[in-house]
């Protein structure tokens, strides 16, 4: 159980453009799902905090015009890069809770901006 | 600023040795505490988590939590080669949903 799938795996894309990213609960109903961003050999970031129906809770620092986040049901929740550049390459990745603290991570996303 | 520290590493073990990765958190509201595992290119994946002061085995892995100091641990008995990862420990933050990560400690298992 408690299986969080996260598509695509894998996109380039050139700087201007805008990627979505997005993150499902398979076997279960998140009731909050989170985006966090990982750079080469650091630790983990959260960008911010998602709600099904509610605006998300962005973290100090993350723009949330250039992140858009979407969370339109229990099971599926999007995060939209806007205008990527090459500093916003990275590998983002989503995790999903369910009634308790115990996150489970999605697969990750890695995005490469040329 | 509410922290989680861990030894960045490496900490590298013979194959076979016991590996004991550390954490110790700032915020004494903090009630749950996890260990995660993540492999270089790959997303974290839960491999414990405890609650309440002591002892909680599960397999090779046994994690410790002692409250009253702030710290908690993970130990790995028989290591493998395969346990070779960096290890999370995150902290669930008193009222709020998020948990904070320390950086991680890379372990190295030598076979």
């Not at chain 1, 453009?17 to 961003?37: G, N, P």
């Not at chain 1, 858009?68 to 809770?97: G, M, Q, R």
């Not at chain 2, 040795?17 to 997303?43: E, M």
Request: hydrophobic share 30%; glycine share 8%.
């Amino acid at each position: 159980g408690a299986v969080v799938s996260q598509h695509p795996s894998r996109v380039i894309c050139k700087s201007g453009t805008s990627v979505k990213i997005e993150c499902r609960s398979l076997d279960f109903q998140a009731t909050t799902m989170f985006w966090y961003r990982q750079f080469p050999k650091q630790s983990l970031m959260l960008m911010a905090t998602s709600n099904e129906g509610s605006k998300a809770t962005y973290e100090q620092g993350v723009e949330k015009d250039k992140f858009l986040i979407n969370h339109a049901s229990l099971t599926l929740s999007t995060l939209t890069v806007t205008s990527a550049h090459p500093e916003d390459s990275s590998f983002y990745i989503c995790s999903a809770t369910f009634e308790s603290y115990e996150q489970y991570f999605g697969p990750g996303t890695r995005l490469t901006v040329t | 600023q509410k922290e989680v520290e861990q030894n960045s590493g490496p900490l590298s073990v013979p194959e076979g040795a016991i590996a004991s990765l550390n954490c110790t958190y700032s915020d004494r509201g903090s009630q749950s505490f996890f260990w995660y595992r993540q492999y270089s290119g790959k997303s974290p994946e839960l491999i414990m988590f405890i609650y309440s002061n002591g002892d909680k085995e599960d397999g090779r892995f046994t994690a410790q939590l002692n409250k009253a100091s702030q710290y908690v641990s993970l130990l790995i008995r028989d290591s493998q080669p395969s346990d070779s990862a960096t290890y999370l420990c995150a902290v669930h933050q008193g009222g709020s949903e998020k948990l904070v990560f320390g950086k991680g400690t890379k372990l190295t298992v030598n076979p």
